[in-house]
């Protein structure tokens, strides 16, 4: 079903509002909201509203990313593409691996690791406290005391730390697919 020429207004609000908005819901998630929420809630009230908000942004990202490629390839058959247009198209497509992989394991792996964590600080009294950097010596000693808290928080740290690597990726895909569309308006 793909189409030559100029796609509809409403194809293009749609693409606009897609990317947009998962450019919003990155940078607000990224940058944003994990600082405020660090420094005002206690580490297993931030742990429980990550463990929610995560996955259903995590998801909800997958599938812009995924109507984004899908619109665009519609509007840009294979056979016409010139090299900008190829090369958009693979941005939208790694955007849309990425995000599928963060989505479906790194932020569930990251979420089930932090909640068996949770479960055991909250048996040595831990979690209540404020930030994730205070009571530092609490938690290293919970490591070095107990070998299986101390494997999940090294595997916490490592799906953290691709998860991240993820959605930094998408967010330069979805950087360059905002200047690729504002390279592209013809007037404001």
Request: charged share 15%; aromatic share 12%; proline share 2%.
């Amino acid at each position: 079903m793909t189409t030559e020429g100029d796609p509809s207004l409403s194809a293009k609000l749609l693409q606009l509002v897609l990317l947009s908005t998962y450019w919003g819901m990155q940078i607000w998630f990224t940058c944003i909201s994990s600082f405020v929420m660090d420094s005002h809630l206690n580490r297993h009230t931030f742990g429980l509203i990550q463990s929610r908000l995560v996955p259903f942004y995590l998801h909800l990202g997958s599938l812009c990313a995924f109507l984004n490629l899908t619109l665009f390839a519609v509007y840009h058959p294979a056979d016409l593409l010139d090299d900008r247009e190829a090369f958009q198209i693979g941005v939208y497509f790694l955007c849309v691996s990425v995000a599928a992989v963060n989505a479906q394991w790194f932020g569930q792996m990251t979420s089930e690791i932090m909640e068996d964590m949770h479960l055991m600080e909250q048996a040595q009294g831990l979690g209540q406290d404020i930030g994730l950097s205070t009571n530092r010596e609490a938690y290293a000693k919970l490591c070095e005391t107990d070998g299986r808290y101390r494997r999940l928080s090294g595997q916490l740290w490592l799906y953290r730390l691709l998860s991240s690597l993820c959605n930094i990726c998408c967010i330069t895909c979805n950087a360059y697919s905002l200047y690729y569309l504002a390279e592209n308006l013809t007037s404001l």
